[in-house]
T-cell receptor, first 115, second 113 residues
Framework: GQQLNQSPQSMFIQEGEDVSMNCTSS?????WLWYKQEPGEGPVLLIA?????ELTSNGRLTAQFGITRKDSFLNISASIPSDVGIYFC???????????????FGQGTILTVHP | SQTIHQWPATLVQPVGSPLSLECTVE??????LYWYRQAAGRGLQLLFY??????ISSEVPQNLSASRPQDRQFILSSKKLLLSDSGFYLC????????????FGEGSWLTVV
């Protein structure tokens, strides 16, 4: 399977600050997904990206599919305490192919927001 | 709307005991179903996936097995648990129309002691 490198591993920020995290792969992807996981729960899909250069927003979250197709970025603007959790990037297990839900995940970014 | 449920939510089992985790999906037919494992709250690893009743594919060799006795039911099993089987197990689903996007259940915490 493909290796995904997600950074940073953790972030400690003040409420109201903006957050940026990224993910890189060793191969070209045709899909990038971003999930958020809260303690003791399953990951929840935030944003799905399907096209190189695509920029998609979901409220205060914005994600971009890198032009090289080997990276993706997630930004959170004006963070609030409920943004706390682990954010994961994910892509097809068989990069560029029809993996249909067989995903490889980054190691996650742990976000802590201080009020 | 579609929903997915897993149970039990938490489980503490001794080494060598059997395991059965169950997952059901409602509100859709002929879903693709997946079992992922998450160790130490970090990255998820695909264990099994199924595209239909009785069709199971394994992604990694391990002490676990999966079965799909009904269209919307997916079961994760083991005959004899190992300490290394401890982790957070997540069932997920999607359909042929959702591409690579999958939707997760609430997860099941397994601690092998």
């Amino acid at each position: 399977g493909q290796q995904l490198n997600q950074s940073p591993q953790s972030m400690f920020i003040q409420e109201g600050e903006d957050v940026s995290m990224n993910c890189t792969s060793s191969s070209i992807f045709n899909t990038w997904l971003w999930y958020k996981q809260e303690p003791g729960e399953g990951p929840v899909l935030l944003i799905a990206l399907y096209k190189a250069g695509e920029l998609t927003s979901n409220g205060r979250l914005t994600a971009q599919f890198g032009i090289t197709r080997k990276d993706s970025f997630l930004n959170i603007s004006a963070s609030i305490p409920s943004d706390v959790g682990i954010y994961f990037c994910a892509g097809p297990l068989n990069a560029g192919g029809t993996s249909y839900g067989k995903l490889t995940f980054g190691q996650g970014t742990i976000l802590t927001v201080h009020p | 709307s579609q929903t997915i449920h897993q149970w039990p939510a938490t489980l503490v089992q001794p080494v060598g005991s059997p395991l059965s985790l169950e997952c059901t999906v409602e509100g859709t037919s002929n879903p693709n179903l997946y079992w992922y494992r998450q160790a130490a709250g970090r990255g998820l690893q695909l264990l099994f996936y199924s595209v239909g009743i009785g069709q199971i594919s394994s992604e990694v060799p391990q002490n676990l097995s999966a079965s799909r006795p009904q269209d919307r039911q997916f079961i994760l099993s083991s005959k004899k648990l190992l300490l290394s089987d401890s982790g957070f197990y997540l069932c997920a689903w999607n359909t042929g129309f959702s591409g690579n996007t999958i939707y997760f259940g609430e997860g099941s915490w397994l601690t092998v002691v």
